[in-house]
């Protein structure tokens, strides 16, 4: 059975960057498309970026400081996050879409396969 599983999470101070790599493992994995979304205490969980044949999408609130890539040989999904602020401090998931088609969704109910998170942290 197909596992997706999160690194790369930790502590860094405010301005600063750090790299999250989701490795799928346990058998043939293809997806057409992979998301990010992260969950900070008592607040939901949000939409963070995805990747597609559509190219990659980002929430405004991480536009231009985060960026997301895969590498489809690798079965792995990485998301850059840079300029941190305190705000992004949250647990991040990565998930993966597993319909035939997508459209663009970026409602966590649509992707139906998630990593159990990875926490990130900012602090000044």
């Known amino acids: 059975q197909v596992q997706l599983v999160e690194s790369g999470g930790g502590s860094v101070q405010t301005g600063g960057s750090l790299r999250l790599s989701c490795a799928a493992s346990?058998?043939?994995?293809?997806?057409?498309?992979m998301a990010w979304f992260r969950q900070a205490p008592g607040k939901e969980r949000e939409f963070v970026a995805s990747?597609?044949?559509?190219?990659?999408a980002y929430p405004e609130s991480v536009k231009g400081r985060f960026t997301i890539s895969r590498d489809n040989g690798k079965n792995t999904v990485w998301l850059q996050m840079n300029s941190l602020k305190s705000e992004d401090t949250a647990v991040y998931y990565c998930?993966?879409?597993?319909?035939?088609?997508?459209?663009?969704?970026?409602?966590?109910?649509?992707?139906?396969?998630w990593g159990p998170g990875t926490q990130v942290t900012v602090s000044s």
């Open positions: 990747i597609s044949v559509r190219g990659a």
């Open positions: 346990g058998g043939t994995f293809s997806s057409p498309a």
């Open positions: 998930a993966a879409f597993q319909r035939k088609r997508y459209t663009g969704s970026v409602r966590d109910t649509d992707f139906s396969l």
